[in-house]
């Protein structure tokens, strides 16, 4: 059972866009997000998060809204630049679990053309 | 400050054997987990070490083990390996048990023939 969906396997943004990248997820118990951004042959590299007590979160031009009734997350990056062209997975935990274990999703694969 | 480093970087092992794998956590971590990439696939949790005792284990079998050292660093170890464990073995650190942000290593690709 998927617990952390990315719907989408690719997506492709002009360059100076706004990506959008989304996420459902179903276990209502979690309540940490993160998204993480990975390169071929390196690991995740650690962009932004959001509690469950947030709606949105921002870093830059990174910004991660939650909507907890929907169980939707989704990553917005504005502008797309083509060093954003990365696999973005989303991840969640859940304090209560009692350890700090990531699910992921599928990833999506993010492509900025020049 | 050093982030997360894994040993090897590739493995070729055979059906049967054993492997070890290793990561050295960033520096002023103190919680280590594990997890397996398969192709086309989001890492998987195997499991996470906390202060040298085991915090926790996803739904892997018996035959995968860890270590974690006093410095931290982590050993997986996987026995009488098959086909299917061949695969993206990431390592991730946190400074502490309940810090939910983990940081990644490159990992470790092993291909079981």
């Known amino acids: 059972d998927q617990q952390v969906k990315q719907n989408s396997p690719s997506l492709s943004v002009q360059e100076g866009r706004i990506s959008i990248l989304n996420c459902d997820y179903t276990n209502s118990m979690f309540d940490y997000f993160l998204w993480y951004k990975k390169y071929p042959a390196e690991g995740p590299t650690f962009l932004i998060s959001i509690s469950s007590i947030k709606d949105k979160n921002e870093d830059g031009r990174f910004t991660v809204f939650l909507n907890k009734s929907a169980k939707h997350l989704s990553l917005h990056i504005v502008p797309s630049q083509p060093g954003d062209s990365a696999v973005y997975f989303c991840?969640?935990?859940?304090?209560?679990?009692?350890?700090?274990?990531?699910?992921f999703g599928t990833g999506t694969r993010l492509t900025i053309i020049p | 400050e050093t982030g997360v480093t894994q040993s090897p970087t590739h493995l070729i092992k055979t059906r049967g054997q054993q492997v070890t794998l290793r990561c050295s956590s960033q520096s002023g971590h103190n919680t280590v987990s594990w997890y397996q990439q398969a192709l086309g696939q989001g890492p998987q949790f195997i499991f996470q070490?906390?202060?040298?005792?085991?915090?926790g284990r996803g739904n892997f079998p018996p035959r995968f083990s860890g270590l974690q050292f006093p410095n931290y660093s982590s050993e997986l170890n996987v026995n009488a390996l098959e086909l299917d464990d061949s695969a993206l073995y990431l390592c991730?650190?946190?400074?502490?048990?309940?810090?939910?942000?983990?940081?990644f290593g490159p990992g470790t690709r092993l291909l079981v023939l």
């Open positions: 991730a650190s946190s400074p502490k048990r309940e810090q939910e942000t983990q940081y």
């Open positions: 991840a969640a935990s859940a304090f209560n679990f009692g350890n700090e274990k990531l699910t």
């Open positions: 070490y906390y202060r040298e005792e085991e915090n």
